[in-house]
């Protein structure tokens, strides 16, 4: 009976763990996103779609990791998993293809979101750019792994006649130098526009954190490329071991990133909330009982009065989210960057 499987061992057993735990958090943070949504009564949005498919790719890439882990022997030596080569061949390629499609479907998203929150004309023609850029990015690398082996099947199959691959280094060095420079095009694009927001400071730095998270993106983007620079392809299935790591973190951790700017109203909201709901209890507690008779001629300065009821009432209703709250930065906007517009 011919290997078909093989137990994982050392970074086998670790891209595993990894692609297990950011699994169920890639669904989560969509999942929180799409809550988040439903709870400011907002309609699901261009980026909303976008990430979901992105999401969707991001977790087919990670489950197909697991398989090529078990079933393509990722983590051992190639003599030891000689059997599963075949298995192995299918499984790049079909992360290879998955790999992009996830990253490109986030990309696309978090533009969007950028290009939804700043309306200026410059910046909406930067992202544009951008935008054909990644799409552009995404058929060509596409194209470029499904044409290194032609036939297609003689990837996995060397027995194919008339059959034969390119090769493989170069093509897919520079297809992850391109991939790393446009994830640092587009964490620094709204870069410039967040710093000439008129805000105060503890308002400001949140914000920046909060987009600034993108930055890993592109640290881990370049350590992949490091990875991808250091491939033996004679013992493939031992060396991958570090890009499976890392084409598994990029998806899931971008599909995180993006997620986080539209969590921040809601989560805004709770902390406001359970904090006012903590001060009544704190001012009920410590506060004397009123008597009867000041119930009765119904004091101003009692606890029991209508005017402190009205001044707890206006509390609730300034931490009422509207949908001004849709993003983050909706409401917020630069006089410098409306002079701007042109």
């Known amino acids: 009976m011919p290997l078909t499987s093989l137990r994982p061992v050392g970074g086998g057993i670790a891209l595993i763990v990894i692609a297990s735990i950011f699994i169920p958090l890639t669904v989560l943070t969509v999942a929180l996103r799409l809550w988040a949504r439903q709870k400011l009564r907002q309609k699901l949005e261009l980026n909303d779609y976008l990430i979901l498919i992105g999401a969707i790719f991001a977790v087919a890439n990670a489950v197909l990791t697991i398989v090529g882990v078990i079933y393509g022997g990722v983590g051992r030596h190639q003599q030891e998993a ?118 105060n400071q503890k308002k400001k730095i949140p914000l920046i954190i909060i987009f600034g998270l993108g930055f890993l993106i592109c640290i881990l983007s370049a350590i992949r490329t490091s990875s991808i620079a250091r491939l033996n392809y004679v013992d493939y299935s031992y060396s991958v071991l570090p890009d499976g790591i890392y084409s598994v973190l990029e998806p899931c951790c971008g599909t995180i990133n993006a997620c986080l700017p539209m969590l921040q109203p809601v989560v805004s909201k709770i902390v406001q909330t359970r904090f006012i709901s903590r001060l009544r209890g704190i001012s009920r507690s410590t506060a004397p009982a009123p008597s ?51």
């Open 292 to 342: 009867l008779a000041k119930v009765h001629n119904s004091n101003p300065g009692t606890i029991g009065s209508s005017g402190n009821k009205q001044r707890f009432i206006r509390i609730d209703e300034e931490i009422t989210i509207t949908h001004e709250d849709e993003y983050p930065l909706t409401n917020i906007s630069s006089t410098r960057e409306r002079r701007q517009e042109f």
């Open 82 to 199: 000689l059997a599963l080569y075949p298995t192995l061949a299918k499984v790049t390629l079909g992360l290879a293809l998955l790999w992009t499609l996830a990253n490109t479907f986030v990309k696309l998203s978090i533009i969007h979101l950028y290009m939804v929150i700043f309306k200026t004309r410059r910046f909406r023609y930067a992202s544009y750019a951008v935008t054909f850029l990644t799409i552009g990015y995404c058929v060509t690398n596409c194209v470029q792994n499904l044409l290194t082996c032609r036939p297609v099947a003689f990837n996995w199959d060397k027995t194919i006649p008339g059959g034969r691959c390119s090769t493989q280094r170069s093509p897919f060095l520079a297809s992850a130098i391109i991939n790393m420079s446009i994830d640092v095009i587009i964490f620094a694009l709204p870069m410039p526009m967040l710093w000439r927001l008129h805000l």
